[in-house]
């Protein structure tokens, strides 16, 4: 069996196949590429186990794993908003109403995800808590709020990053009806997580929408397969095939971009939020 | 025309299984509705003058009919920005003052957003909808409470019409792009609201903020219409906890279709 060779195919489909085992394998954080290719080349019983793990975030999930995946992020952010509040760091007026109010939603969200698993046969996961130290390392109220931009941003691209999957008319056994609802369910968490973004990123004097101009605009939140700077959407190079001619910054702007699940539990992400 | 297809008091999305009360397969819904136009006007010839929205363009069916229905919003809103530039309200903002940043940031989102779809739409092979001809004549551009409300009922209307467009959406590319668009569309949305009346990012005339006491049933939550504070049953409309407006093609372009003028008004026959 010619590992490297069954690697750089499978590198050729899908580029992003060793960040996957990357992220979830901690034990080939630290090596170059090729290093990590030896590694799994000297472990062939494992390579099987990390074949299915690495696309288990991608197309093999059923609905459940997709909601009990979103119910992660959603009592990461619950968590995070209850611990910045009682921080007491929020100062009253407008910025306390807005941090109540977002909170309030990801307690809807938290809800409404346990019990639609509920009500289609699963298990809704263990609560997720945000990382103390993560927490106590940023305890001010710019600090915080920066971290809940992150968390908003990373939010919505991960919810973007699950919508294909939920198509109406994808093959996972549940009635159309239930497609129906679950796809505009999410789509309608997503869009709020948006707003929750823009209003955070006001908050911090920030452009509402992910800017290459960001105080933040270096963190991995904003990186990945298709980082938010892309400029091709559907193959067109937006930047110079459009009837009118527009700025790179511009038509990245213009467009969010997905998560896949690997990357947003990365401990780069989201990942290095869990408690 | 929805009384044609529905069977009365049941929720909408029942009905997309059986659009002529026939078992149909969700999936050949598309095929069936782009292969099946025969029949689809004689369903057409069935409804009230009111239903049958003479001189409407249709924006088609199938994955390319909600391409140019998307189009057709953002030609809308691109056109809007564009005229806002011709207003006194933009000409007086300082140069470099934030509010004047804003218009020219967003009149580029949505003209980029305009070309993109066309560009999509061609390289597809779907004939892209004719240019639109917008009807701004109730928008006082010369005055900023106007424009901004004006905006507001843009954007806000822009992530209910992508939020409920989704579920006709056959291809996952197709999903995912509008998924790239709409929420750009909710940070624009927010934005506005919050230059309008500060804080009112997520106000509950589009997200729905009561507290549920109890865990929520599925597709109890996945309703349409406009949020309020009280918790919602299955089929009555209404969003469930945390989540934004969803309407579908139909209903966003009756409201959309005050802003068009005589001969570029929209219909969305195929996404009732």
């Known amino acids: ?275 | 025309m929805s009384n044609h297809l529905s069977s009365g008091s049941q929720p909408l999305e029942a009905d997309l299984d059986r659009p002529l009360l026939t078992p149909i397969k969700r999936r050949s819904f598309f095929m069936y509705a782009g292969a099946t136009a025969g029949a689809t006007a004689l369903v057409l010839a069935g409804c009230s003058k009111s239903d049958s929205s003479p001189g409407t363009i249709d924006v088609g069916s199938g994955d390319g009919g909600i391409l140019n229905y998307a189009y057709a919003l953002e030609q809308l809103e691109a056109a809007f920005y564009a005229q806002i530039k011709t207003g006194t309200y933009y000409t007086g903002l300082a140069t470099g003052s934030a509010e004047k940043q804003i218009f020219d940031d967003l009149a580029l989102h949505e003209g980029i957003h305009r070309d993109f779809l066309k560009a999509a739409l061609l390289a597809n092979s779907i004939t892209p909808l004719k240019d639109l001809t917008p009807d701004f004549s109730t928008i006082n551009f010369n005055d900023r409470t106007s424009v901004l409300n004006a905006a507001q009922t843009f954007e806000d209307t822009g992530v209910a019409a992508y939020n409920g467009a989704g579920r006709f959406i056959s291809g996952n590319a197709y999903l995912a792009l509008a998924g790239k668009i709409v929420s750009v569309e909710a940070r624009h949305a927010a934005l506005i609201r919050d230059l309008r009346t500060y804080n009112t990012f997520v106000a509950s005339d589009v997200v729905n903020t009561f507290t549920p006491s109890a865990p929520a049933v599925a597709g109890q939550y996945a309703g349409e219409g406009t949020p309020n504070t009280t918790p919602n049953t299955q089929g009555n409309g209404n969003p469930g906890p945390g989540q934004e407006r969803s309407k579908r093609p139909p209903v966003i372009l009756q409201a959309v279709n005050n802003f068009l003028a005589s001969g570029s008004k929209l219909s969305a026959n195929s996404f009732a």
């Open chain 1, 1 to 275: 069996m010619n590992f490297f060779a069954i690697l750089d195919q499978l590198a050729t489909a899908d580029p992003d196949v060793l960040g996957r085992f990357d992220s979830r394998r901690a034990v080939f954080k630290h090596l170059g590429s090729a290093a990590r290719r030896a590694a799994l080349a000297a472990t062939p019983l494992l390579v099987g186990g990390l074949f299915k793990k690495a696309y288990a975030g991608t197309n093999a999930d059923t609905p459940i794993d997709i909601l009990n995946y979103a119910l992660a992020l959603e009592y990461l952010e619950q968590d995070f908003y209850a611990k910045f509040i009682a921080s007491g760091l929020v100062p009253a007026g407008a910025p306390a109403t807005a941090m109540a109010k977002i909170k309030q939603h990801e307690d809807g969200h938290v809800n409404l995800l346990k019990g639609v698993i509920t009500t289609l046969g699963g298990t809704p996961r263990a609560m997720v808590q945000f990382k103390q130290s993560v927490f106590d390392a940023n305890k001010t109220y710019a600090g915080l709020l920066g971290v809940a931009q992150l968390l908003e941003d990373t939010g919505v691209r991960a919810y973007k990053g699950r919508a294909a999957e939920l198509v109406v008319g994808a093959s996972n056994g549940l009635p159309s009806s239930t497609q129906v609802s679950l796809l505009t369910t999410a789509l309608q968490i997503h869009s709020v997580e948006a707003r929750h973004a823009a209003h955070i990123r006001l908050l911090r004097g920030q452009t509402p929408w992910v800017s290459n101009s960001d105080d933040l605009a270096a963190n991995a939140t904003y990186s990945g397969a298709t980082p938010e700077a892309t400029t091709i959407q559907s193959n067109v190079d937006l930047p110079t095939k459009l009837a009118a001619t527009y700025s790179a910054a511009d038509v990245a702007a213009a467009f969010d971009e997905a998560l896949t699940p690997a990357e947003v539990l990365d401990a780069s992400r989201a990942g290095g939020l869990i408690q």
